[in-house]
């Protein structure tokens, strides 16, 4: 990784909190963003592109970056799932003289919050209760029954780990949390 200062900003939250938004958001308001890319393991889902949502990748070939140390962080995410930041990818964004946007999953976000440091912001994005969460999942209309409840289980552990973060934004209504985690970010890249 480059060795001049970069900075880096994470959104971390459960399925269905609303960080897919946010990002969005951050990503029209902040030209000098760019979206760091995620690599998964899953297939891609309707008419989501290679290089564009995901780098979807082989079970083996990323099994292979984990062996050669390629990954920022990484996770299984769900059982048989890995999703992960490659290294190459905050490199490529940095290159551009850009700040990379990451949404990643919280345990990753952890880690890259503990390699990263001063370096990066990290924002939670909490939901309102895991009754709207619930009911944001249900209007996906994506999930069984079953895995409805890994998500929501999932949601509550991930929820556990807020505190871990420099910023938690409660996103009650969308427009609100986004300006505030406008404001947020814009005292980190001014610093």
């Known amino acids: 990784m480059s060795a ?8 971390t939250a459960p399925s269905g909190a609303g960080k897919t938004s946010i990002s969005n958001y951050l990503l029209q308001q902040f030209p000098q963003f760019a979206f760091s890319i995620s690599a998964t393991t899953r297939a891609p889902r309707g008419a989501e592109q290679d290089g564009v949502a995901y780098h979807f990748i082989s079970k083996s070939t990323f099994e292979g970056y984990i062996y050669q140390d ?17 290294k190459s990818e905050i490199d490529r964004i940095w290159n551009q003289g850009k700040i990379p946007l990451l949404d990643i999953d919280v345990k990753g976000a952890i880690k890259v919050q503990k390699q990263l440091g001063e370096k990066c912001l990290s924002i939670f994005i909490q939901p309102p209760s895991m009754e709207a969460l619930k009911e944001r999942l249900q209007k996906r209309q994506t999930e069984t029954p079953e895995s409805m409840q890994m998500r929501l289980d999932k949601a509550a552990y991930e929820i556990s780990f807020s505190h871990e973060f420099n910023a938690i934004i409660k996103n009650d209504h969308l427009e609100t949390a986004c300006a505030e985690t406008e404001k947020i970010i814009s005292a980190f890249i001014l610093k």
């Open 4 to 11: 001049t200062f970069q900075k880096v900003i994470i959104l």
């Open 70 to 86: 390629a990954f920022l962080e990484y996770e299984m995410v769900y059982e048989g799932l890995y999703y992960g930041t490659l």
